[in-house]
Structures are given as structure tokens and as C-alpha cells.
């Protein structure tokens, strides 16, 4: 979970990641970050996140992410 | 015995949701019918209805609907027939080999979303957009003198084929993703894309959004009718009393741009921005209403969008549901393509976090915005209403880092009221912008008009004699302002996440109803309508 707070932060700072839940609700991150997140965790985790995967569901907490990596590692 | 009035259905006549025939006539029969009807038949009542209407609207043309229903039932039963055999197949396999396999069975999953993309895709090319291409290829061959002219179709369309094909191909997706399961349900599925308030104007629903809601309707509540009423109420003001008073004037100046000033125009292009988000948003209102007496909720097309800071946010309130469409089915796609990733890879290292994913964003962002002028309509003026929109967001969001310096060192509050007026503002501006190129006659005639605005700004001819020559008076543009100030302190209002409907719900019913009587009223005092007014039809309904 740091290190993905580590690459969020890097992406967009000044959000708290900790506690916020509506990262893409509440406009915390635009389409622009969302592709620059995806690329920097295929690499970072070995995994492909599929056009699918990208609901605002998936990118509302890093809690929510960490939860998309670990089912799309285990696929 | 003469049967031609089974190919040619009613015509025109039904087209808009505010036209006698069909709030007089043709809903309030439905409504009876689907009432009276028990509960288990309602939906083969709502679906009979559903193709009704669109025969009504398109005659014989509604083959095309049913084509498409036929192919996209078979294509997403295809698709699940070939996810069963991939899951059997890969159940005992080591996951080494696994991934080789899906990969097999996900390449032929694609070539029947391919499929479905190609007779979807491809019946729109041809009936919609051949006569365009053609035509331009034809102006080309001439202009290298070559002796070889192409023939040039023309097309009959049905009424909502950009609509309903959306819905189509976003069903085959979902399938294919596993977002939804593939319907074994004709009627259902036909149902889905046929479902008669949003045929001809959207919004465009996803299968996972109304599918199951109109396959399980149930009986008409008093709530839901009074709700629903009061929303097409509200939309059928919209439309009556400012949409089609202005389409006079709007005509008139778009008709003849040389002869018009620069102050007309401006004045034209302002018109033509109100008329068009009233029409749309009125028509909306109509289409939310009528399927919330049904107890169907349809997602949104609009939210306030002139309360926008930026361009970009505007789409996100404007015709949300296409904004959605193109974003989950071509933004997201393009870019998480492996070449996009790479390249947003490589970008990010060299350009940094911000700039960096603006190399794959503006190539998926150039997809979106050709594709949205040519959904709007075959024509270089919609093309480049597209390229436009483009430049705009693309440019907004290479600028934002300076822009936050500059705001810094000026010391400027970002989120104070003055800079936020002045962001809606520069907003509106640019958006009255797109809309003029938008309704012109061409790009030529276009720029011809936007030209004017800076070469001959001037208001002489806002003289007694103007107003008159435009077809309007000084009572419509009073009646359109004062019913403007009206739905903007709605919209104020519900910006606010108030709810008029459920606030009015709560007084008591002599309030209630003089509030109604009221807006009844002036609809039916203030409303462009009967004699001396020609009906406008729904503007979004050419699309």
C-alpha cells in the first residue's frame, strides 16, 4: 500500500490518500492521471488493466486500487 | 387497397415530444393502455408501444432497428457461447498455459465485436455518411480535372440511428468485457433499444442501466405521475416558450450572413446557444418525465452545463451520456491499447507526470472529438465543431500548470466567486463560439459569420426596423429573457441539490396546484405555438 500511495503522490500530490474515497468522484483525478496511474502500475505490478477495469469504482480509494491489483494478479 | 401508410408510418408529425398528436393523442392512449393492462403483460405492452411509436416516426424504416436487435442478440449470445468454452478450456490447464489459450479464445471473442462494430459502423457509413464522402471525393476528382464523377447516394434514415446504434454497440461490448451477461430475451433486448421516450433523442442508456428496469415494470404510482408530468411540464416550457420563439431570428441571421453586422451576429449566436440547450434539455425533460410515470429512471443528459469553469467540464454536463459513451468506448479503449501505454511510459520519463500522458491523451482525445463532430452530422462544419473542441481541451490542459503559476504570482483566489464568475464566463464565451460554426452553413459560412464579428462590429442596425426583419418582436425577446431568469434560478437552485419536485411534494395541495396552474398557464399563453408559429422540430433529432 505505500508504495502505491508512493506513485499516487507522485502523479497528483497534495491529496490525501489515506482517507479519501471519491478520488475520481470528486474530480481528484482526471483521464490524464488515470493513464499515467495505469501505465506506472502495469509496470510496477505486472499486471494489464483492461479498458474495463476503468470505472470510477475501481480508482475511488487507494484502497480500491490495491483491491483491482491484487484480482488482476491473480488472474 | 391502398397500403403505402404501412411503409411511410406518420411522418413528421410525431417527432417532437411536444406536437398535439403525440402529448394529446398517442401518450395519454399508451398511458391508458399500459394502465389497464395487467402486470405481467405490461412490458410486451411497453415494447408494442416502443415499435408503434417508431413505426409511426420511420414507416418501413424500422426494419433497420429490428436488424439491429437481431444482430446484436446473436453476436452477444456468440461472444457467451465462446466465454463458457474459454472457461472449460482453461479450468484444468497449469497457469502458464492458461494465458495462452484465453488469448486464442479472446482473439475470436474480438472478431464478433468486430463483427458487430462493422454492420453497426458500416450501416451508419453508408446511410449517413456515404453521400458526404462521395461528394467530397467528387469535388476532388474535379479539382484535378479529372473527367470521372462518382454517383451519390441519398439515404432515407430512420429517426434515432445514431442513437439507438450507440446502445447497440455498447451492448456487444459489455458482453465481451463481462459486464453483463448475453440476453437470451429478444423482446428484452429489443425492448432496451427500442424503448419509445429515448428513441429519438437519447440519452443513450447502457444494457446494465435500463435493461432489467424496463423488463420488470410494474404499475403507474401517483408519485411517478405527478412527478413525471411535472417534468415534461417544466421541459415543454423550455422548448414552447423560448426554443421555438427564437428559431425566427436564429434562421434569418444563419440564412444570410452577409447581411448582417456584427452585433446581429453576436446576437444570433447567443440566441442560437439558448434555442439549443433549451430544445435539447427541454426534450430531455420530456423523455425523464415520461419514463419516470412508467417508474423508470434514465440517466441524465444534463447538469447545469453553463455553470462550467472550463471546456472540459462542460462536456462532462453537456449530453453527458455521449461525453460517457465516447469515453468508455473510445477514450479508455485507445489509450490502454500496449502501444498507448508505452508510449505514455516513455512520455511520462522524458516530459514528466503532466505533460507526459498528454502525448497518448491527445491521440485518444483527437479520436473522440472526430468521432463527436461526425456523430453530430456529415459536414465540415461539424468537423470542425469537433477539431474545435479538440484544441480547446487539449490546450486547456497543456496550459493548467503555467496558468497555476501565473494565478500564484498574481495572487489570484482560484476558487474565490470573482474568478469562478469569470471562468463561466470565458466558458460560455468559447462555447457560444463552437455552436455558431456549429449551425452555419459550412465552415465557409462560418467563418464568414465569425469574421463579421470582428470586421463590422457594430449595432447600427439595431434600430426600430431590426427587430422586424429578424421575425421576432420586442414581446418574444421579453418573454424568452423573463423565462430564462426562470429556469436559471431553477438551476441555481438544483446546483444547489435541491430538488423542486420533492420541496413542492411537501406543501399543501392549494399551493401545489396553484404552482402548477401557473406554469400551465404560461405555457399556454407564452408558448411559440398554433397560428402564425411554424413547429420546430426536435434539433437533436436530425442527429
Known sequence: MERLIEILEDIQPDVDYENCTDLIDGHYLSSLDIISLIAELEDEYDITVPAVEIVPDNFNSAEKIMRMIERLQED | ?543
Open chain 2, 1 to 543: 387497397m391502398d397500403l403505402s401508410f404501412l411503409l411511410a408510418g406518420a411522418g413528421k408529425t410525431m417527432t417532437s415530444f411536444f406536437s398535439m398528436t403525440y402529448l394529446f393523442v398517442f401518450l395519454p392512449v399508451c398511458l391508458i393502455v399500459y394502465a389497464i393492462t395487467p402486470k405481467k403483460a405490461k412490458k410486451y405492452v411497453l415494447l408494442a408501444e416502443s415499435l408503434l411509436f417508431f413505426w409511426l416516426v420511420s414507416g418501413v424504416l424500422v426494419a433497420y432497428l429490428l436488424l439491429s436487435a437481431v444482430s446484436i442478440m446473436c453476436l452477444g449470445l456468440l461472444i457467451g457461447k465462446l466465454q463458457e468454452k474459454q472457461r472449460a478450456a482453461v479450468k484444468e490447464l497449469p497457469k502458464e498455459e492458461k494465458k495462452a489459450v484465453k488469448q486464442e479464445f479472446i482473439k475470436k471473442q474480438r472478431a464478433v465485436v468486430f463483427l458487430g462494430v462493422l454492420i453497426h459502423i458500416g450501416l451508419l457509413l453508408v446511410l449517413k455518411y456515404s453521400g458526404f464522402f462521395l461528394g467530397n471525393i467528387n469535388t476532388l476528382l474535379a479539382a484535378f480535372n479529372c473527367p470521372v464523377e462518382m454517383y451519390v447516394p441519398s439515404f432515407a434514415m430512420p429517426i434515432g440511428i445514431s442513437f439507438f446504434s450507440l446502445q447497440a454497440l455498447s451492448y456487444i461490448v459489455d458482453v465481451y468485457h463481462g459486464l453483463v451477461k448475453p440476453d437470451k430475451n429478444f423482446a428484452r433486448l429489443l425492448l432496451f433499444l427500442s424503448f419509445f421516450p429515448q428513441i429519438v433523442e437519447g440519452p443513450i442508456c447502457r444494457y446494465g442501466q435500463t435493461a432489467s428496469q424496463l423488463w420488470e415494470v410494474g404499475s403507474i404510482k401517483y408519485r411517478n405521475l405527478t412527478f413525471g408530468l411535472q417534468r415534461i411540464l417544466y421541459g415543454m416550457m423550455k422548448k414552447l416558450v423560448i426554443a421555438d420563439r427564437l428559431d425566427p431570428l436564429v434562421k434569418k441571421v444563419f440564412d444570410e450572413p452577409n447581411s448582417f453586422d456584427g452585433g446581429v451576429i453576436i446576437l444570433a449566436a447567443v440566441c442560437y446557444t439558448v434555442q439549443l440547450y433549451m430544445d435539447f434539455s427541454g426534450s430531455m425533460d420530456a423523455v425523464l418525465g415520461t419514463a419516470e410515470i412508467f417508474g423508470i429512471r434514465l440517466p441524465e443528459n444534463f447538469e447545469r452545463p453553463f455553470f462550467s469553469r472550463s471546456v472540459s467540464e462542460f462536456w462532462k454536463r453537456w449530453h453527458i451520456t455521449l461525453g460517457a459513451w465516447f469515453k468508455d468506448y473510445i477514450f479508455f479503449p485507445v489509450t490502454s491499447a500496449k502501444r498507448m501505454k508505452n508510449l505514455t511510459s516513455s512520455a511520462r520519463k522524458k516530459l514528466g507526470n503532466h505533460f507526459g500522458p498528454l502525448v497518448a491523451g491527445g491521440i485518444a482525445l483527437f479520436c473522440v472529438w472526430i468521432c463527436n463532430g461526425l456523430w453530430h452530422g456529415a459536414g465540415w462544419n461539424f468537423i470542425f465543431f469537433g477539431m474545435y473542441h479538440f484544441v480547446l481541451i487539449l490546450s486547456g490542459n497543456i496550459i493548467t500548470p503555467a496558468s497555476k503559476k501565473v494565478l500564484q504570482k498574481l495572487h489570484i483566489n482560484a476558487s474565490g466567486l470573482g474568478y469562478r464568475v469569470f471562468q463561466i464566463i470565458r466558458t460560455t464565451i468559447l462555447v457560444i463560439i463552437g455552436e455558431l460554426f456549429f449551425r452555419a452553413n459550412g465552415v465557409g459560412s462560418g467563418m464568414e459569420l465569425f469574421g463579421r464579428i470582428f470586421t463590422d462590429l457594430s449595432f447600427r442596425s439595431f434600430d426600430e426596423f431590426l427587430l422586424p426583419r429578424l421575425g421576432v418582436d420586442i414581446f418574444d425577446l421579453s418573454i424568452c429573457g423573463v423565462t430564462l431568469l426562470i429556469v436559471f434560478a431553477v438551476s441555481i437552485i438544483n446546483e444547489k441539490g435541491v430538488c423542486i419536485r420533492e420541496t413542492l411534494a411537501k406543501r399543501n395541495i392549494v399551493f401545489r396546484w396553484c404552482v402548477l396552474y401557473m406554469l400551465i398557464l404560461f405555457i399556454v399563453v407564452f408558448g411559440a405555438y398554433s397560428f402564425g408559429y411554424i413547429p420546430v422540430d426536435p434539433m437533436y433529432a436530425q442527429f
